[in-house]
């Protein structure tokens, strides 16, 4: 099942190699060559601590577009959402944060990929104020409405991806 916002355009794609091409190695965060002067960032997501790694990776990266202050601060707090869910839910998973660029636009794409239990009604899960934990149940719809596009996919006993855009103005 993918839950796509009415303005979403974009198709799911998913990697079957645990590396992508283009990817480099930097400790726990992989950068990708490719491109841009800002490389894009791959990173781990199993403890608190890689939230705020994630958080912090991306509302630099997203610093590199034309986004203002109150826009890094949405896509940082989307980031934090999404990531914490994975660590939250999954136990461990994978962020990657890069530039994408849309014809003239350029924006953010955020893709978290994990392994875990997955999410068996997702449009249950997408509804404000449902919570499987002790949260507000505002993580995933919260992080649709922060982002320009959303979209998730899971699978029971697979996993669960979710890609998030934000374009610059």
Do not use: C
Request: proline share 4%; hydrophobic share 35%; charged share 20%.
């Amino acid at each position: 099942m993918i839950w796509t916002s009415a303005d979403s355009k974009t198709r799911m794609q998913q990697t079957a190699s645990p590396k992508p091409a283009g990817m480099q190695r930097i400790g726990m965060v992989e950068r990708s060559t490719t491109g841009s002067s800002m490389p894009g960032v791959s990173m781990p997501l199993r403890s608190d601590i890689d939230v705020l790694k994630a958080r912090q990776e991306g509302k630099a990266l997203a610093a590199s577009l034309r986004f203002s202050t109150s826009e890094l601060t949405t896509i940082a707090t989307a980031i934090s959402e999404i990531a914490r869910n994975t660590v939250l839910y999954a136990t461990k998973g994978q962020i990657m944060l890069d530039i994408v660029q849309k014809g003239t636009k350029r924006g953010l794409q955020i893709v978290t990929k994990d392994q875990g239990p997955g999410i068996p009604d997702l449009a249950l899960a997408m509804q404000d104020g449902y919570t499987t934990s002790h949260g507000l149940g505002i993580g995933l719809p919260g992080s649709k409405r922060l982002m320009d596009e959303f979209e998730i996919t899971s699978e029971v006993g697979k996993g669960t991806t979710i890609i998030m855009k934000k374009w610059e103005r």
